[in-house]
């Protein structure tokens, strides 16, 4: 038992933990048709090198796949709405995914 117990030990001391607790600040809704404000992305990624960026209509089919979305599904406006994402974001230490809805308004 003792040599098991050390063996359990010595294993565990060799992984390296880390602890993403960093947040994203996106904005939660965005008007594609407008100068300003047309495009929706994470605005603020803290320490994080790179993310990827995945948009979800209401039925869950995926609009979009990349980093800043216009609105547009196909090369056609999108209609007005929620959307979910998704924002994976990639750190030296870490990966992680953030979930939220965003209103695309017309």
Same mark, same amino acid.
């Given at each position: %038992?003792?040599?098991?117990?050390? &063996?359990?030990?010595?294993?565990?001391?060799? $992984? @390296?933990?880390?602890?993403? @607790?960093?947040? +994203?600040? &996106?904005? *939660?809704? $965005? @008007?594609?048709?407008?100068?300003? *404000?047309?495009?929706? /992305?994470?605005? !603020? +990624? *803290? *320490?994080?090198?790179?993310?990827?960026? &995945?948009? /979800?209509?209401?039925? =869950? %089919?995926?609009? $979009?796949? =990349?980093?800043?979305?216009? =609105?547009? /599904?196909?090369?056609?406006?999108?209609?007005?709405?929620? !959307?979910?994402?998704?924002?994976?974001?990639?750190?030296?230490?870490?990966?992680? %995914?953030?979930?939220?809805?965003? @209103?695309? +308004?017309?």
């Amino acid at each position: %038992m003792k040599i098991l117990l050390t &063996s359990l030990l010595l294993l565990l001391s060799t $992984f @390296t933990f880390s602890q993403c @607790t960093d947040t +994203i600040i &996106s904005p *939660n809704a $965005f @008007t594609p048709t407008l100068n300003t *404000n047309s495009e929706f /992305y994470p605005t !603020y +990624i *803290n *320490n994080y090198t790179d993310y990827k960026l &995945s948009i /979800y209509n209401r039925w =869950g %089919m995926l609009v $979009f796949l =990349g980093n800043k979305w216009d =609105g547009n /599904y196909n090369g056609n406006l999108c209609e007005r709405g929620v !959307y979910l994402y998704e924002i994976v974001v990639y750190g030296d230490e870490c990966t992680r %995914m953030f979930y939220g809805t965003v @209103t695309l +308004i017309r």
